[in-house]
């Protein structure tokens, strides 16, 4: 198949976006949550695929085999914000407005001003996932290496600059995990997950998820989904991994890459993690929002 060319990264309303994400615009600022949806937010490459995976057994694992066995993971958690062109062309608005399950687990990377606003209306639970910058930022490179709906990232130093700069699509790293913090203090219906938490104790993370949602698994139902969202299960299981996605080049590199925190430290040189650092605490003084870089 030939590889439709890269798109390009422009400024849309302070924010670096590609047409991708921004051709839906007015039906996504129209978009009609409901009280019973759950919204998953997080800036790209923070652990987004894994949590909707858990969230998509939480709800779904006992009611349909088919479900876990035939529909790809994309399409039972719809990415709001996506209008992605082609035969037929995808449309996250359209399939959310098409799922006939309840609830609708919802995949958006929108800074926290950009959601619409019936989310703030309807009050639905929003899950926020953040991970810390350096391994976001080397996740994303490989990210864009492989996918050819995203722009070109070049070389690893560039892209890192760009990082920094929040030249990345949906803009900055910094401004996205601080508008989210920020917007959680005053809401209680938004749970802020770390992805190294998730690491470091998935069954604590996922106790906590489901205490938020008011769900409550058996131990054997928690057992099952901590299996399944594995790593390497997920590395192997087609409608998870990414495989089924048209414009994800795995000859480049995977989707599910390494599912660690610390792999900056393979790309990081020295003078790039010290010139990093210094931005880093100028960009986020004055929060109380901590991240870990290693475990
Ligand atoms: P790496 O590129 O560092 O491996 P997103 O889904 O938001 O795009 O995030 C993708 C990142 O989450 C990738 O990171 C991917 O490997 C990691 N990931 C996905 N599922 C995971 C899991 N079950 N356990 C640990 N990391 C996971």
Known sequence: MEQPSRPVLFDFHGVSMTKYFTDNWDNVQ????RPDDVLLASFPKAGNTWVSYVLDLLYFSQMSATRQDSVPLHERVPFLELLMPGIPSVSGVDELNKLTTSPRIIKTHLPVHFVPKSFWEQNPKIIYVARNAKDTAVSYFHFDRMNT???EPGDWSSFLQRFIE???VFGSWYDHVRGWWDKKQTSSNILYLFYEDMIEDTERELSRLCSFLGLSPTAEMKKQVIEKVLFNNMRKNQMVNGSLDEVLDFKISPFMRKGKVG???NHFTIAQN??????YKKKMKNTNLEF???L
């Not at 129209?30 to 949550?33: D, E, G, L, R, T």
């Open 30 to 33: 129209n978009f009609k949550a």
């Open 149 to 151: 709906a995203q722009p």
């Open 166 to 168: 929040g030249k990345m």
């Open 263 to 265: 792999d900056w430290r």
């Open 274 to 279: 010290e010139q990093f650092d210094e931005d």
């Open 292 to 294: 870990r870089t290693v």
